[in-house]
């Protein structure tokens, strides 16, 4: 059974950084698209960021410049490493692999991704 656990949320004031971890058990996911979602009260799920099997990588204009992501295939990890946090980036961050390495959606929709994990939440106080 594939597992994706997300840790390294919190409350932290705008300006300041969080580097999210999302461990990946059950599967090897080395071939597979891994991307970080986020989701506010009452909007919906959103693409943040997105790491291909060769490291290509895809962000979101509200993020780019700002957000990076990584990932440790050794280890079945994907980071997200958050600078300059404002207080709109306040959402539950969602880590997401795929099983496709060319989903027809494309790496930017939800729909692209089979895994999910449960989210950790990000407070961004101004």
């Known amino acids: 059974q594939v597992q994706l656990a997300e840790s390294g949320g919190g409350l932290v004031q705008a300006g300041e950084s969080l580097r999210l971890s999302c461990a990946a058990s059950?599967?090897?996911?080395?071939?597979?698209?891994l991307a970080w979602f986020r989701q506010a009260p009452g909007k919906e799920r959103e693409f943040s960021a997105a790491?291909?099997?060769?490291?290509?990588?895809f962000f979101a204009h509200s993020v780019k410049g700002r957000f990076t992501i990584s990932r440790d295939n050794a280890k079945n990890m994907v980071y997200l490493q958050m600078n300059n946090l404002k207080p709109e980036d306040t959402a539950v961050y969602y880590c997401a692999g795929g099983k496709s390495q060319y989903p027809r959606g494309g790496y930017y929709s939800p729909r692209s991704y089979s895994y999910w994990g449960q989210g950790t939440q990000v407070t961004v106080s101004s």
């Open positions: 059950g599967s090897t996911f080395s071939s597979a698209p």
């Open positions: 790491i291909l099997w060769d490291d290509t990588t």
